[in-house]
């Protein structure tokens, strides 16, 4: 029996089918906010004023996976601005230090160090003379396992990386403002005779659960933070660290 076109999408449709390798349930899951980098390999690339970072290889906390080839953007800080100076047309392969953030299931890399990086080539396999009974100490898969890949460039090292670090803010307080996509920490002056403080915010858990707070809220909440605060083009950031409701009990005026 022959069926209209129309009833056959109808059927493909409904029986859940999904492309090679899919699966309606499969959901990813992003590494957990935190997770440390400890040199990990990858490319950088760019788009506009955005800087990425593709691993080589995956990568997982016991839970989150990031399959190898995966793209994760890189927060603004003082070490990207480094990282992007470092980066050419010849080299765009770097092993980095830092660590994972997380917002909305999403993962970003705060930077905190890193190295040029280039492939090693590996040697053509030399034709085994050993005797074809002879047991070999270590066997050819683990000596590939230990053949590195990649290797510091130390030649692309023009200048050395700055040792200076990002400052931190501890136990300041103030309140979440959102500007379209971006969000703002304004620090509250507590009636103190002095300009207000202004600072958006990097992407990452502690933001997600702010904004998720202050949602629920109609009135603006007042949170005691504690965060490291960054550079990029002139312009500082805050990473979040901690973040708790504050109270102020009414004896300052908002």
């Known amino acids: 029996m022959k069926y209209p076109a129309a009833v056959i999408l109808v059927l493909f449709f409904s029986t859940g089918i999904t492309a090679v390798g899919q699966s309606p349930q499969q959901k990813q899951i992003a590494l957990r906010d935190g997770f440390v980098i400890d ?69 970003f890399i705060y930077l905190s160090y890193f190295l040029p990086i280039t492939e090693v080539n590996q040697p053509a396999a030399e034709p085994d003379s050993a005797d074809a009974n002879e047991e070999k100490i270590i066997p050819d898969d683990v000596l590939a396992l230990l053949r590195p890949k990649r290797m510091v460039n130390l030649a692309e090292l023009k200048k050395p990386l700055s040792t200076e670090s990002d400052g931190i803010i501890a136990d300041r ?62 312009k500082n950031y805050m990473l979040l660290q901690r973040a708790t409701r504050a109270y102020n009990h009414g004896n300052f005026a908002r």
């Not at 980095?96 to 917002?103: A, D, H, L, V």
């Not at 403002?177 to 703002?184: A, C, H, L, T, W």
């Open 173 to 234: 307080t103030g309140f979440l403002r959102q500007e379209g996509n971006d969000f703002y920490f304004d620090f509250d002056a507590l009636g103190r005779n002095i300009d207000s403080l202004q600072m958006p915010l990097l992407n990452c858990e502690a933001l997600e659960v702010m904004a998720k707070q202050q949602s629920l809220s109609t009135i603006p909440m007042r949170f005691k933070i504690s965060a490291i605060v960054t550079g990029y083009k002139g």
């Open 39 to 107: 040199g990990l390999d990858g490319k950088v690339s760019s788009h506009g004023d955005n800087w990425y970072f593709a691993v080589f290889e995956p990568l997982t906390d016991g839970q989150g996976v990031l399959a190898a080839g995966t793209t994760v953007q890189i927060l603004p800080s003082s070490m990207l601005v480094k990282l992007a100076d470092a980066v050419s047309a010849k080299n765009k392969n770097f092993r980095i230090w830092g660590k994972f953030t997380k917002y909305r299931n999403k993962n």
